[in-house]
């Protein structure tokens, strides 16, 4: 074949490819394409962490916040997670928002050089879904009711895009926890009011495509699941189970991962045991191993991000030996130490991982509630944990990639 030939055949090949291209932009389905490879987005979250924040940053004064801020930036953290509360920052209707506190927390994480992991979770009042919101019993709960109408959360979901585009809030996270009933509420029609995995997905694709259309260079990834493994009436679904149900019916395209929470504690993460969450990331059998169920659903190339991860070294819990429905909780802070240091290491060895979040940096701002004021890695009185320098350790040890800690 002659060189003329060639070129122009290739010169052909190029024209019908840049015509298609245009042609699948202008249906607005480019940035909705099916993922083949990691996008250069992902690819940036590939060896970075980040730090838990829940809502505790959100009332500190200007100061604490920064000093704050500051030693999660020494850690060698790039990413908090915050949330965003949709009751907070809605709570009189669907008209009026309330940006000013979120604001604030986004500029100061934007000048330590921070992330925003934004969870968008929970329902106001006026949105509730009516028939849930009766049969709970105190209207805290009724906000982790489903709204009435997945409309209203997405129009909100489109508005945080909008006014977080081109700000440090570079990723969003549809609710928390969603497999629990205890955060994601539908009611039944016996009556009684638990999670639906069918329910999540319609309001999770609902958000995400609204965020894509709006806020096309950001991460979206699913609600965290928390590692429950006793699947017992009405507690919820286990996150396995969970994550087989909603993966079918959720819009791959829109999608860059899904948010799991692996603790592991009392065990090591690399322990096989019913109620390590860690372990059957990628291990244990296939209706309990995540990475198995992603694949055959067709997700096994998004990331997968550890929204939630640590250890408390607070509680009250006596009993002694784990099992699948009851386990200490708390540990030691030698043991929380060796938890965080060896699930980093970990982590990052899957070819998918997307950031690890640490439960938290002290337990100075955490809530006095169970065993939830003793995640920190630094203890009441500002001190350092064991943990605290684990981290910072095991950062070392993960791909030379990774920015060493500051």
Known sequence: ?????????????????????????????????MQTTITPAQAATRYESGIATSATLLRMNDKALNSRLDDIHNLGATWIRVDFSWPVIQPENNNVYHWSMY???????????????????????????????????????????????????????RAAAIHYRHLPVRAWELWNEPNLSSYWKVAQANKSVLSSPLSYARL???????????????????????????????KGYQQGDFLARILPHLNARLFDGVGIHPYSWPALPSKAEIYNAFYTIDHGSPQYNLQTIMTKAGWGKKQIWATEFGAPTIGTSQVVKPTATARPDHVTESVQSQIIAQGVVQWYAQANAGPMFIQSDSDQWLPDVKNEDGFGLRRENGSPKPAYTALKKAEKQINPQMPPSR
């Not at 979770?121 to 982790?144: F, G, Q, R, S």
């Open 103 to 157: 604001d604030r927390v986004v500029k100061a994480a934007g000048a330590h050089q921070l992330k925003v992991l934004a969870v968008l979770d929970y329902t106001p009042h006026w949105a509730v879904e009516p028939v849930c919101a009766k049969l709970v019993i105190t209207t805290a709960a009724a906000t982790k009711c489903e709204p009435r109408d997945v409309n209203t959360y997405a129009r909100f979901a």
């Open 204 to 234: 999770a694709n609902a958000a995400a495509l609204q965020i894509r259309q709006n806020d096309p260079d950001s991460l979206i990834i699913t609600g965290g699941l928390a590692p429950l493994f006793e699947a017992v009436y009405p």
């Open 1 to 33: 074949m002659q060189k003329c030939d060639v070129k122009n055949q290739k010169r052909a090949v190029l024209r019908r490819i840049l015509k298609t291209s245009r042609l699948v932009a202008a249906m607005g389905l480019l940035v909705f394409g």
